[in-house]
């Protein structure tokens, strides 16, 4: 399930030196798993599920509360990068369509009934809370127990429902832009989404705060879930692969947008809280993205390719949609025995990590995998009038 396994209908001229250009994009479906730990960081230090204690607690949860928002803007820009690189001419909007539902939904029924079955059943019994979820509708209410109800980080793929129905007509805008005026549109809405966070401040009711957050529902709602408003971020990316696909990216190296990253997660811990759910992010992941890119076709050196970088990555969109689960069961199960040692906070957290991915790789290979397989295709009768096709992977 690497990322994607045929070229560009558009060529990126290779100017590659004595380097060997790689088939696919290796480098991006490593990052995915750096995307998705993060995920897991934000998830595992949270006051509600964190085995750290006392001042430690405090410190981890404000070191690692901002890394969900840098995981999720990731995911979204990728998106739009990925499905606009490996977009063709030849594609129907009905087989596109179908092979993104095929992704987003076998996955999500088996970890909506998992997590129904570990700790949501006792307190999702309202049907206007579990439905919305099933659906992938829930993303469109700002009250958290809808949003989040369920398996929480499945908010986001309601999201992706969105872009994927879309897509194949923000496609054919994107693609008649001129090459030249790429640049003006990307920096339209990468301010777009920066300003984001200021219109909800300066027009959004603040008064009512959720418990231990910083904004009102309505305000994290809007800069956080709502699917037009994370769309920007989507378009970025389709506006990324465009100018990568036609010559007009800047050049940055991978090793530089590495580090642009480490700055903004430092700026990311000092901004007000609704700036670092992705306003922070849109820039550094905007060039970390297409540089990653950008060396693998080259052949430069990158350390997010691998094997065992690309195995992670593949296995990366079902450890993101475990981890709540495994958390919160495993907060249940140990609840009697806290508080914990540093070191034991520390061991129980790796715990966490490695179940998540053995979990991850048995749901990646034993739905994900065969559903891609047998599903995102028509059938054989159909496919006799349908030209083949390979199927991009992408979370």
């Known amino acids: 399930m690497t990322i994607p396994t045929h070229r560009p209908q558009e060529s990126v001229p290779a100017r590659t030196g004595r380097a060997r250009p790689l088939d696919g994009l290796p480098s991006l479906t490593g990052l995915r798993f750096y995307a998705a730990t993060a995920v897991f960081l934000y998830h595992v230090t949270s006051p509600q599920l964190s085995p750290f204690a006392g001042r430690t607690g405090h410190d981890a949860a404000r070191l690692f509360g901002i890394a969900g928002g840098l995981g999720v803007s990731f995911f979204f820009i990728l998106s739009g990068f990925i499905l606009t690189w490996s977009a063709r001419p030849t594609d129907t909007s009905g087989r596109f369509l179908r092979r993104r539902l095929v992704k987003l939904y076998p996955n999500h029924l088996v970890t909506f009934v998992v997590s129904l079955l570990v700790f949501a059943g006792a307190t999702t019994t309202a049907w206007q809370h579990w439905l919305p979820n099933l659906l992938l509708l829930q993303t469109w209410s700002w009250d958290p127990a809808v949003s989040f109800s369920v398996n929480a980080p499945s908010w986001s793929l309601g999201c992706e429902l969105l872009f994927y129905l879309c897509f194949p007509l923000l496609h054919r805008a994107v693609k008649a832009i001129r090459p030249a005026r790429l640049w003006g549109w990307t920096a339209g809405l990468v301010a777009a989404v920066i300003a984001v966070p200021a219109f909800a401040y300066a027009v959004l009711p603040g008064e009512v705060r959720i418990p231990g957050w910083q904004v009102s529902e309505v305000q994290n709602w809007f800069v956080y879930q709502l699917p037009p408003v994370r769309m920007l971020e989507f378009v970025v990316g389709m506006l990324l692969a465009r100018l990568v696909l036609t010559d007009r990216w800047v050049g940055v190296r991978l090793w530089q947008a590495v580090l642009l990253c480490f700055a903004a997660y430092a700026v990311a811990l000092e901004v007000p809280y609704l700036y670092a759910l992705s306003a922070v992010w849109v820039i550094p992941l905007g060039l970390l993205i297409p540089a990653a890119a950008v060396a693998d076709v080259r052949g430069r050196r990158s350390p997010f390719r691998g094997r065992v970088m690309t195995w992670l990555g593949e296995v990366s ?79």
């Open 317 to 395: 969109f079902a450890f993101y949609l475990l981890q709540a689960t495994v958390l919160i069961g495993g907060t249940k199960y140990l609840a009697g025995h806290a508080p914990y040692s540093f070191a034991e906070a520390i061991g129980l957290c790796v715990l966490a990590w490695a179940v998540t991915t053995v979990l991850a790789y048995l749901l990646h290979a034993l739905v994900e995998r065969p559903a891609m397989k047998h599903l995102s295709r028509p059938r054989p009768k159909q496919a006799a009038t349908a030209p083949a096709e390979r199927t991009p992977s992408l979370r």
